[in-house]
């Protein structure tokens, strides 16, 4: 039962620890307060990230519109696939694991190691996902014009499928043309060396705006989402006039400042919220490798009790939890 | 750890389990259902469920009280509400199943369940009512977005 390798003698009187309150281990426990205290940290960041989207309630992008890639499968809209793949990986992590939990129970060292080794290669998989996942989010594919109000203004055009005039979005590299522009990088050789800026954008809103005068059937799409939840597209005077008038720069893919797909803070907590729970799945991959090991050199098999898997299991389900959340509140609501 | 009984019954005891390993691949299926049913909503969004499934009430404190007690449905889109409950009873049964909860005792149970629930709520209500009323100063308050 005691998991100490250090014996005192004194273990089973009261003040020498032989007191169990609430019947479970000292370290399973502490796991658990740790657990709590983690998930108070997530649901600050989910929360925090409520509050920002309830303060842009009509402006916030639309997440199947933006998470549509699958690897290997370019060029095809595919909304939501891939995260719901990432999700059954972890679930199914999760499940070798606590089988690996049982097996330890009745002290199967073998099944013990196969059931980690699955659970490891879960966890790899789905970190390896997500950065795909953040690569071609960082990435982007169409390209947008940022406002002078912050605001990013897209482009499409309607196409008929299957009898219904829908909008599809159209790249800014298929429309742009090189217009005349004086505008040079600033670079510290050419004025006090202690000042210069990085590269300039692809494109300006003039070629932006040269691209869309020569091409009749582009629209532009706001970001304010209308009474039928989708984005409003601008009639064709109105797209030249809001290009015209407000587009400042051209952004592609994302960043911290700013990003193709909406307000800046949809990337940011993009970035923080799976970041956070990518590093979490990522040490506890580390954790799982070290008990992985410690299985087969027969650490618990000499100690008689496989707890120490146990305790690192609970830590496992903990991110595959946080991952449920994460899932429903970033990808489907 | 001969000792370590496992409880085999999910949904109050519906469903009887013959082995812990048997059990936790009936939640496996479980979880992998509600995750399909999930997606396949998210994908399709069937047009009634895009919006509330009640309509605010009107004058009076009565009504004030209703729209109060049936925010849920008064104020979240129908679409959104189930994919809130179903992200609750995956979290259930990982917590109970997977992580064990359902065999510690009681008082750890409530330990860490009703700490944790209550310290989210609290904090999701503060700072989704926060952010709704800063959606309204931005919309009446004379604030301009558009430029």
Redesign the interface.
């Known amino acids: 039962?005691n998991s100490t390798t250090v014996s005192t003698g004194t273990e089973e009187t009261t003040w020498g620890g032989g007191n169990r309150p609430?019947?479970?281990s000292y370290g399973k426990?502490m796991m658990?307060?740790f657990?709590?205290s983690d998930?108070?940290t997530f649901?600050?960041f989910l929360?925090?990230y409520?509050?920002?989207?309830?303060?842009?309630?009509?402006?916030w992008p639309i997440a199947?519109e933006v998470f549509t890639h699958v690897p290997f499968l370019h060029g095809q809209e595919l909304?939501?696939?891939y995260v719901?793949f990432m999700?059954?990986v972890l679930?199914?992590s999760?499940?070798t694991?606590?089988?690996a939990?049982?097996a330890g129970?009745q002290?199967k060292k073998t099944k013990v190691i196969w059931y980690m080794f699955f659970t490891i290669i879960g966890g790899a998989i789905f970190v390896g996902s997500q950065a795909w996942e953040w690569a071609t989010f960082i990435q982007g594919d169409y390209g947008a014009v940022q406002?002078?109000?912050g605001?990013i203004l897209q482009f499409g055009t309607y196409k008929t499928i299957g009898g219904e005039d829908v909008f599809k979005r159209v790249s800014v590299e298929e429309f742009a043309v090189a217009a005349y522009t004086d505008r040079t990088q600033h670079e510290s050789k050419t004025g006090v060396w202690f000042t210069s800026e990085g590269s300039l954008p692809t494109y300006t809103v003039n070629d932006v705006y040269k691209g869309l005068e020569s091409n009749p059937n582009i629209l532009v799409r706001?970001q304010?989402i209308n009474a039928e939840?989708e984005k409003t597209v601008l009639s064709r005077e109105e797209s030249l006039r809001q290009l015209k008038t407000?587009g400042k720069r051209y952004v592609k893919g994302a960043n911290l400042e700013a990003n193709e797909y909406g307000a800046p803070l949809f990337a940011d907590f993009f970035f923080f919220i799976t970041g956070f729970h990518g590093f979490h799945v990522l040490s506890g991959v580390v954790i799982n490798i070290i008990i992985f090991f410690n299985v087969i050199i027969g650490t618990y098999e000499r100690r008689k009790?496989?707890e120490m898997v146990?305790k690192v299991?609970?830590y496992w389900?903990?991110v595959?939890?946080v991952w449920?959340?994460v899932?429903?509140f970033f990808?489907?609501? | 750890?001969a000792e370590?009984a496992h409880k085999l019954e999910i949904f109050r005891g519906l469903i009887k389990f013959k082995s812990?390993?048997q059990k936790?691949?009936g939640v496996?299926l479980l979880?992998?259902v509600i995750?399909?049913v999930?997606?396949v909503l998210?994908?399709y969004k069937p047009d009634i469920l895009?919006v509330p499934s009640i309509q605010a009430f009107e004058g009076g404190l009565g009504a004030t009280l209703l729209n109060i007690i049936l925010s849920p449905f008064i104020y979240t889109k129908s679409l959104?509400l189930i994919?809130?409950v179903?992200?609750v009873v995956?979290?259930y049964y990982?917590?109970w199943?997977?992580?064990?909860m359902r065999d510690?005792?009681k008082?750890?149970r409530r330990?860490?369940v009703w700490?944790?629930v209550f310290?989210?709520c609290y904090?999701?209500f503060i700072?989704?009512q926060?952010?709704?009323y800063?959606?309204s100063v931005?919309?009446e308050g004379f604030i301009?977005?558009?430029?």
């Open positions: 039962m609430l019947k479970a426990m658990w307060f657990i709590v998930a108070l649901s600050g929360a925090a409520g509050f920002s989207r309830f303060k842009f309630i009509d402006y199947d909304p939501m696939i719901a999700t059954f679930i199914m999760s499940v694991m606590v089988l939990v049982d129970h002290m406002t002078k109000g605001n706001t304010t939840g407000n009790n496989y146990e299991g609970l389900h903990f595959d939890l449920v959340f899932f429903t990808y489907l609501v | 750890m370590h812990n390993t936790i691949w496996l979880l992998s995750t399909a999930e997606v998210g994908i895009m959104n994919f809130i179903l992200t995956k979290a990982i917590t199943d997977f992580m064990h510690e005792t008082s750890l330990l860490v700490t944790a310290l989210i904090l999701v700072l989704l926060e952010g709704g800063i959606e931005y919309t301009k977005r558009d430029f």
